[in-house]
């Protein structure tokens, strides 16, 4: 990507007073309204033209990138291809501007989507019930640890203090455990790269309150064991969450239910197409087992005269309701019932895909993401180098040792090539750690073009290493100073005295 | 590509053990075209019929202009489908727009700095309070009633996994919080923080008095100021100027669509000493190698990613485009814009008073200033009367009973930049029959 | 890399303490400042507190980690380093030197049987 030939000063260093876009009529003075001792004394903020703010806008998102300019390999975050229906139905004026607090009666068509929405993901995962609350992945966390305190208080069991993380587990994990008052304990995976069952025997006790995983894990590789266990952990009167960041693995093919977890959340931002917006807004669904339903985050929407363990579909006759009356609930996570227009561009994606092409989104990721990890294993170490899930590990530690080319560097080179790095350094477990997962919806051709680039730069990074140090060259900036921001904290423009 | 990678078929590769394998069919909603997706989409909307009625709701949500540059610049596919930006080289644009939005919110709120944003104005709250818990070792705060229901049952939430303490303010009868019990309580409780909204949830300007201010600073407790409608920013004082420490709230009013809720764009702000403390991501500006301004993901060692259980937070994922959305709208209206738009949202809401308190059997409750809400008290129960009101196509408001009991005969009603006169006169008539005509008791 | 003056004890958290009759200086190790990376912030505990020996009493915050400092031994602070606190690269500099980080007066002397000798310490730091 070209360094554009443009500079972009801040919003702030432009726009002159009175400089004003003539978006309503012209309003009385506001001290003729208010007494002046509740007014504030000055507005230091800039009136720009319509022309200077879409200019100003438009030069930042070019120097941006986006799914929609270059393939993004990242681990654990599945930057698959964001339809735009889904945006255009969200943007249906009835759903956009439909107020939470509108009756019931006149929003049955929103609560229709929610509740289709929540009986097909009920389904695809097995589990009894959804809430779609939480507003992201480790705000779901925060509602399972909080479900998971509810449920032993209401049980008398006050013993349950811990929670279990494997070590390659998503940093989230661990500080919600926090947040929550739970003592966290580290479980080391074993030489396979897993959770052993052995050590989850040992570790699992009258005072574990939850073991939280992810399968596939963050390696890529599907827990073979995990039906032990979870009934190891289940044995000792733990429960089992299942962090969803890779439910884009399996979908069709196994369900967490049916592993044996108790709660489970979804990044919607993952797994079913939201935009990921530069960092949200996301969507965290939280599902659980029949026994945890009472504590689910309020409302839950129900439809009247249907039987919830299924689904209908349509569900033009079923009447909705928000239900705010459930008084083991461990209360609202958010200001408001969810993040609805992201219910809206999920459920759209259902509806694009069915159970069958849900199942064949997971089959592909899979396939795309082997395909890539058996073409670059002869140029970079794979330390689990066997038959993967939707992502997989590449390790930089010898490449680092043999030059000093880190992981981080590599990332930096893919740059200038026209690709977003892939994750490194998550998880922690494997030096030098390169993560990739290329989602399902990226073309052979756009794979082989990374494949080639990517095995350029390793080539690069033991013949010409200095090439790769130097990375990027192509972009608006180069390497930045991060210690200097660190240090010396700028976080915002301020008016000149 | 099966041969590449070695097996013979995509079941090979994708096989589980057998006692995890799916083996029933999955029910889920049908696969559809794109134009059978619509049409089914349309149909949802159909039967979403309160677009159809005139409202008068707000209660934490605000229906404001939304002008369409800002859909066209926000809708810009490397804006929608960029994700969080770690590799700063490829993120300029983004960093930078985040950056504006940090200064945006600093100078609006009256603070040092403000973080990239959090998920709404209730998790804000409940964010700003694990810092004052974590800034003064305290494990109790005390919350005005007046701030907005949702938020304080949030806060209930997350004190119940957090265990720590929430004492009550009550509020007067002038519409604001009642601060006659401070001095007593801050003497019993060592709190982390006392916490006020403004405008409250009744609408009312709730600034703590001076005395007020200078016996919890007298305590070393912490204030936290809360902000539900972000466009009372614009023309009242700051949280800043009244001693806020920390400022915390929702900023769907600056160009995000209600949307059943969400998503929206909630916001934190404090002083400098508190910089170390704020959750979530902060952009600040540097160079790089070269000289060039550039800017960064910072402070980033106090993130989940990193101190993992000794986070500042949890939060990974925030709400950055909406945040976004917020800075384009921000930038488009300006200074000027946005004290029109504030005038207009006090002008029209003086209006809508007048034409409902002169209706017979209904007074305005609260005579404290306010921004763009009231509550008014009606006839009978509100309930009653807001259904006989949606029997004339209008969604008269909220019926405060809903939250507090002691209101149950009484409508918050709120009028923005887009309620006309012609609106309120419709509603006025409306609602003179239906307070006029009911039998009492309803 | 920083040359270790003689005469320090350590703990195997990588605290370095250069003793004075019953005042103890400490800061971090060499090893410590090299492996944190460029170091951006200190917390250090406050004058007067009273310091239980390995209890964690402040942070020291580099661009990608944030580690603990444990204290290697218990007593009360008489004084902190602000030149450590206004410049955080001073730590990465001269962490035997300029970069120390707070003055204890020891609560019990016998505490120091469980640090180790400068020489026990290069050993564990090279088995690392």
């Not at chain 1, 507005?43 to 200077?52: F, H, I, Q, R, V």
């Not at chain 1, 010898?398 to 990332?411: C, L, N, P």
């Not at chain 2, 006989?388 to 009028?415: Q, S, T, W």
Request: proline residues 6%; negative net charge.
């Amino acid at each position: 990507m070209p360094p554009p030939a443009f500079e972009t000063p801040l919003i702030f260093d432009g726009g002159q007073d009175g400089r004003a876009n003539r978006y309503v009529p012209p309003a009385p003075p506001i001290a003729n309204l208010l007494p002046a001792a509740l007014l504030r004394d000055d507005l230091p903020l800039p009136d720009n033209t319509e022309l200077d703010v879409v200019r100003h806008f438009t030069r930042l998102s070019q120097k941006t990138f986006g799914i929609d300019t270059v393939f993004y390999p990242l681990g654990s975050c599945t930057m698959k291809y964001n339809p735009r229906i889904n945006d255009a139905l969200a943007n249906l004026p009835a759903l956009r501007d439909l107020h939470p607090f509108a009756p019931d009666e006149l929003a049955q068509g929103a609560l229709a989507i929610m509740w289709e929405l929540e009986r097909s993901l009920a389904a695809l995962f097995g589990m009894a019930a959804f809430s779609l609350n939480p507003a992201a992945g480790a705000h779901a966390e925060l509602t399972a640890l909080l479900i998971a305190k509810a449920y032993y208080k209401k049980k008398g069991d006050t013993r349950r203090t811990t929670v279990i993380v494997p070590d390659t587990a998503h940093g989230t994990n661990p500080a919600s455990a926090a947040m929550v008052g739970y003592n966290v304990v580290s479980l080391k995976s074993d030489e396979r790269g897993r959770v052993s069952v052995d050590a989850i025997r040992a570790a699992a006790g009258p005072d574990t309150a939850v073991c939280m995983m992810t399968n596939p894990n963050t390696l890529g590789l599907f827990e073979d064991h995990i039906h032990e266990i979870a009934a190891a952990v289940h044995a000792a009167g733990g429960l089992m969450y299942y962090d969803g960041a890779n439910a884009n693995a399996l979908m069709g093919n196994s369900r967490p239910g049916d592993m044996g977890f108790d709660l489970m959340h979804l990044n919607l931002h993952k797994t079913f197409s939201i935009p990921h917006g530069g960092g949200g807004a996301g969507a965290g669904p939280i599902g659980v087992a029949a026994h945890l339903v009472p504590f689910l985050p309020v409302p839950i929407v129900r439809a009247d005269g249907c039987d919830e363990t299924h689904g209908r579909w349509p569900s033009d006759e079923l009447t909705f309701a928000l239900d705010f009356d459930r008084p083991d609930s461990v209360g609202t996570m958010r200001s408001f019932w969810s993040n609805f227009a992201h219910m809206v561009r999920a459920l759209a994606y259902c509806y694009a895909n069915g159970a069958a092409g849900l199942a064949r989104v997971s089959q592909l990721a899979v396939l795309n993401a082997n395909y890539i990890r058996a073409s670059i294993r002869d140029v970079i170490e794979i330390p689990y180098d066997e038959i993967n899930r939707h992502e997989f590990v590449a390790s930089a530690q010898s490449i680092k040792r043999e030059t000093g080319v880190r992981a981080f560097d590599i990332g930096k080179a893919l740059l200038d090539r026209g690709y977003h790095a892939p994750t490194v350094y998550f998880p922690l477990l494997v030096p030098e750690c390169i993560m990739i997962e290329p989602t399902e919806t990226e073309s052979k051709e756009t794979l082989d073009g990374f494949i080639a680039a990517l095995r350029d730069i390793l080539i690069a990074a033991r013949e010409d290493p200095q090439s790769v140090l130097d990375a990027p060259l192509t972009t608006p900036v180069s390497r930045v100073d991060e210690t200097r921001a660190a240090r010396q904290p700028d976080l915002r423009w301020r008016p000149p005295a | 590509m099966l041969r590449v990678v070695g097996v013979g078929s995509l079941d090979e590769l994708v096989r589980v053990p057998d006692a995890v394998a799916v083996k029933a069919p999955i029910d889920l909603v049908p696969a559809l075209s794109e134009i059978e997706i619509t049409a089914r989409f349309e149909q949802f909307a159909q039967r979403t019929s309160a677009g159809d009625y005139l409202s008068f709701l707000g209660a934490g949500v605000y229906r404001h202009y939304i002008p369409p540059v800002i859909g066209a610049l926000a809708m810009r596919g490397e804006f929608l489908t960029s994700y969080t930006p770690y590799q700063a080289e490829v993120s300029q644009g983004y960093l930078q727009a985040i950056y504006e939005w940090q200064t945006y919110i600093a100078l609006l709120t009256g603070l040092d700095v403000a973080n990239a944003s959090v998920y709404d104005g209730a998790t804000a709250l409940a964010e700003g309070v694990v810092m004052a818990i974590n800034a003064t070792g305290r494990r109790a705060v005390l919350v005005s009633k007046a701030v907005h229901p949702n938020y304080r049952a949030v806060l209930q939430t997350y004190a119940r996994g957090l265990e720590i303490t929430i004492d009550e303010l009550p509020y007067g009868a002038s519409g604001t919080t009642d601060f006659a019990a401070l001095q007593q309580l801050l003497a019993d409780q060592h709190y982390a923080a006392v916490v006020v909204q403004s405008p409250n949830f009744f609408g009312s300007i709730d600034v703590p008095p001076a005395d007020a201010v200078a016996a919890v600073k007298a305590t070393n407790t912490l204030l936290i100021g809360v902000t539900a409608e972000a466009l009372a920013l614009a023309v009242l004082a700051t949280p800043a100027s009244w001693g806020a420490d920390i400022a915390v709230g929702e900023a769907q009013s600056f160009g995000n669509a209600v949307a059943y809720g969400g998503p929206h764009a909630g916001f934190i702000a404090a002083t400098g000493e508190q910089m170390r403390r704020i959750p979530g991501r902060l952009v600040g500006r540097t160079v790089d190698k070269d000289g060039r301004t550039a800017y960064v993901l910072t402070l980033q060692a106090r993130e989940q990613h990193i101190r993992r259980e000794k986070a500042t937070s949890n939060i990974c994922t925030n709400q950055a485009h909406c945040a976004l959305i917020a800075t384009i709208y921000l930038a488009a209206l300006g200074k000027t814009g946005l004290r029109d738009v504030a005038a207009h949202n006090v002008a029209r809401t003086a209006e809508l008073r007048a034409a409902v308190k002169a209706i017979p059997g209904c007074e305005v409750v609260f005579r404290a200033p306010g921004f763009n809400e009231f509550v008014l008290r009606v006839p009978r129960r509100a309930s009653g009367v807001l259904e006989a009101l949606r029997k004339h196509r209008i969604i008269g408001g909220l019926d405060l009973g809903r939250f507090y009991p002691e209101l149950a005969d009484c409508v918050l009603m709120n009028a923005t930049e887009l309620t006309t006169t012609a609106q309120i006169a419709h509603l006025a008539t409306a609602l003179r029959e239906v307070a006029v005509h009911a039998p009492a008791g309803i | 890399m920083v040359a270790q003056p003689a005469g320090l004890l350590f703990s195997k958290d990588h605290e370095w303490v250069k003793l004075d009759g019953d005042i103890a200086t400490i800061g971090i190790s060499d090893y410590a400042q090299h492996s944190l990376g460029d170091i951006v912030y200190v917390e250090l505990p406050r004058v007067g507190a009273t310091l239980q020996q390995f209890a964690g009493i402040g942070v020291v915050e580099s661009v990608k980690a944030v580690s603990d400092i444990f204290t290697p031994l218990g007593g009360e602070v008489v004084e902190i380093n602000a030149a450590v606190e206004a410049d955080a690269s001073l730590v990465n500099r001269e962490p035997y030197d300029g970069g120390w980080f707070y003055k204890l007066r020891l609560a019990d002397d016998s505490e120091k049987k469980n640090l180790m000798s400068g020489d026990d310490y290069d050993k564990l730091i090279a088995e690392a």
